[in-house]
């Protein structure tokens, strides 16, 4: 699976942005999931979702404002990221996971994207 994500830049807090992650390859994905990573802290995980059914999950500082979907016929998931504040900074990543396990950690995916910066100034 070769994963190509975009959309991220510089924003003022309260802004919107659209990430994008386009899958292509021979390699079936389970789900896609987007995780994030500031300076000097862990890759943590914001959002996800299954191919199959459409199921989401989102990390609690981020729920009630970003939006994954995905569409199917272009292999594309995008991340809507509403309402965002200064904290939201950080490198951006999609990752594909081919195997049913743990969704929200990092270590149960198989392949990443190269990253996308979202900058958001206060």
């Known amino acids: 699976v070769q994963l190509q994500a975009s959309g991220g830049g510089l924003v003022q807090a309260g802004d919107s942005l659209r990430l994008s992650c386009v899958a292509s390859g021979r390699t079936y994905s389970n789900a896609i999931g987007w995780f994030r990573q500031a300076p000097g802290t862990e890759r943590d995980f914001v959002s996800a979702?299954?191919?199959?059914?459409?199921?989401?999950y989102y990390a609690d500082s981020v729920k009630d404002r970003f939006t994954i979907a995905r569409d199917i016929s272009v292999n594309t998931v995008f991340l809507q990221m509403d309402s965002l504040k200064p904290e939201d900074t950080a490198v951006y990543y999609c990752a594909a996971l081919t195997r049913p396990r743990d969704i929200r950690n990092k270590e149960s995916y198989d392949y990443w994207g190269q990253g996308t910066q979202v900058t958001v100034s206060s």
């Open positions: 979702i299954v191919w199959s059914g459409g199921r989401v």
